[in-house]
Each structure stands twice: as structure tokens, then as C-alpha cells.
């Protein structure tokens, strides 16, 4: 059976865009696998949505090389190609059968529907997923906080490197089981840990959900369990009470740079708040109560407003500064600068590691104060509270969790340590 389909009426067949003798001279360039129609002089073409170097490409057949290192959506890609031929060769006869010619111009339109699986352009934009998590990233910049509109773009050019990974545009529809393990694999592939994987995939089901909430979609395949996000409890330290004051106490004053970032940190430290919040504090947050002063500050993940003490530490810190609070830092300055105030005071202490990257399973000891992270003044604030026998809900009036559950993920002690914390607390008494 000839795999083109010829007649008086118009012939069809498919190639790669670029001529084969200017692919010979770069054999595994891609290029995008165009459909061609042509009748009595009269053509037009079509991309499918696939591209294929000249090396994987069967110009007999008019279809990606199958065997022996294939592409691994080759099949499906031949697929595509055979649907596309059928469909133009069923229309085209229709076309004859009721007016014994062709429509050229309605031809095209209906392989292009074929194609991009839409009735028009405008659905045709509308069904692409990644287009669509530009727009609605966009639009939320000024409603979400910029880590979260940095991970939402890094998210969108994981699944760009998918498209190009697999040759094809991203459609809601497409969407499902077989595109969750592939993304997920190309991440591991990336050497992406499971954590950041699970970030992705989080972000991913955002848009989805979106697009689903607002009509645009009715794919409801990222609700299914096996759709899941990843993640693993990590090994994130805490700084003791005893260790933050070495810390507190150590001179920078001839490194300013360092003395700055380890200030910020420990105010961190003092009231328990992200980095977004502790990092950039002025005197416009200090408020007076009852002849008491706090600070107030606008929680810009949680939308919460929490009430934390100037305490005797705390004040120690602005003293440095006139009675203000360190001035804010970039976070990539401000991270590497507490390691190297952590690493100066002796946290090298070396901790077990085990966490999964890229796939596998690592195991490995790092030194302290490498663990040490912007987040770890949060995590020592709940933990050394909570070793102290503090109740959970009072820790949490001033750390702003909704729930005892999101609060006790912050505590990194093992199990004798847990055990104490709760005896302190009276409940043997």
C-alpha cells in the first residue's frame, strides 16, 4: 500500500521543513515535521506540532525511524502522522463525493482544527498550558510575593524544556498519567532533588487548577492521587539557644558585612518570622501597647498579623544600629554571609545527610553551618521554644501558623529530645 495518498484530486505527504541537503550538513539539527497538500498546482502546509533530526527520519516512509535508538516518542509521533493522513484523506474524499472538487481554503481549515484539536484559534491558544501559566503569572504578579512568582516561571520553563524534550505544544487535554511520570522523569533527569520535583509539580497543579476553575479546561487528572507531589522530610537543623548567643556574642565589627547578616539572622532568631519578614524590618513596625513595645509585622505569605516582643535580645540588636534594625540584604548576599558567621564561630559540628537527587538515594555528612539557611532562624525559634516546654499555641500566636500540624513540621529534635520537651511542659504533673 503506497503510504501517500495520490489521486486526480490532490496528493498528500510529509517531510521535515528544512531541504535535505542543507539537513545532511547538520544530520541532527531538528526540524519541524510539515504535512504538504497539493492540488492542481494550488498547496498548502501545515506544521504537526513535532520536530525530528534528518538522522531519525525515514523519508521513504515519511515517518520517524522506529528500532534500534529510536526517539522515545517515536510511536506516537508515527501515530499522530498516520491520523493526520486518514483524516485529510476521509475530508478530501467527502469534499469530492459532495461537490466533485475541493475546497482548498476549507480543506486547510479543517487539517488545522485536525491538528491543533480545536474548533478555532482562539480555543486552539486558549487549550495551551504553557501560554496559559504565562498569562495567569502575569496577572498574579502583584498579588503573590516574588519567590513565588520566580517559582512559578522556573516551573514554566521546566515544562518549555518538556515541550522540546518530546516535540510537541503542551495541551490541557493532553494532560495525564503518562505526562506526570515523563515530567517527573525529566526532572530526576535534571538532577533536581525530590523536594524540588515536588515543588514543580505543585505549581503545576496550581495552573491546572486554575484553568479548570475558570472553564478554560475540563481535565480534572491532576486531582487523581497517583498525580501526587513529591517530598521528603529533609535535614534541617536548628540553632540551640546556647548557640545562637555564641553567635550574638562574637565581634564582626571589622567584617560590617558579616555583623549585617548575622543581625538580620538573629532577628530571625528573636521573632520566628521568614526571611521575608524579618529581612528589611524598620522602625515603622515597632509599635507600642500598653506601654510595651512589639514589633508589628504583615506575614506576606499567610496575610497574618503578629504582634512579636522587643525583647532584651532583641534590642541588643538595634542598639548596634541607633535603636533601628539592620538594614535589608539581598537574600543570596545574606545566605552566604550567615554561613560564613556560622562557620567562623565554630558550628562545624558534622551532620548526617540522606535526601534524593536526581532519582537516587544520597547519603553524605556536611558540616553545620553549612545547613545553616535564611529559614533555620524560623526553625530555631519554634524548636528551642517548644524544648522549653512553651505552649504550641502560644509559639504559634507569634510564628502565625494556622495549625498545630504546619507548626510542628518546623520542629527538628529526635524523639528523647521530643519526649523531655513534653515532660517540661507539665504533663506528668
Known sequence: MSLTLESTHGVVRFGLKESIKSLEKTPKKE???????????????????????????????????????MLQNAYEINKRIDDIRAFTEKELANMINDSGSITLDKLSQLVSCKINGNENDEENEKSKLVKYAKNLNEAKKNRINITTYRSYKQTIKLLELYEKKYYKTLRFEEIDLSFYRNFVDLLEGEDFSLNSIGKHVKNLKTFLNDALVNGVSNNTIFKNRAFKVLKEVTTDIYLTWEEIKVLADKDFSNRPRIEL?????????????????????????????????????????????????????????????????PSKLSEPILRKNIKTACSTVGFKEMIDVSYVKGGKSIKKEISKYNLVKTHTARRSFCTNHYMAGKPVQNIMLFSGHKTEREFLKYIRIEKKQEALAVHKSGFFD
Not at 304 to 314: A, S
Request: some cysteine; aromatic content about 10%; proline content about 1%.
Open 31 to 69: 526540524s519541524l515535521i510539515i504535512m504538504h497538500f497539493s492540488s492542481k498546482g494550488k498547496r498548502f502546509k501545515k506544521s504537526i506540532g513535532y520536530k525530528c533530526s534528518l538522522n531519525h527520519w525515514d523519508s521513504k516512509k515519511q515517518k520517524i525511524k522506529t528500532g534500534k535508538g
Open 261 to 325: 547578616a548575622r543581625d538580620i539572622f538573629l532577628i530571625g532568631c528573636y521573632t520566628g518570622q521568614r526571611v521575608s519578614d524579618y529581612n528589611g524590618l524598620t522602625n515603622k513596625n515597632i509599635e507600642i501597647i500598653d506601654g510595651h513595645k512589639f514589633i508589628k509585622i504583615h506575614q506576606k505569605k499567610t496575610d497574618t498579623i503578629v504582634h512579636i516582643p522587643i525583647t532584651k535580645d532583641i534590642q541588643e540588636v538595634l542598639n548596634r544600629y541607633n535603636g533601628d534594625f
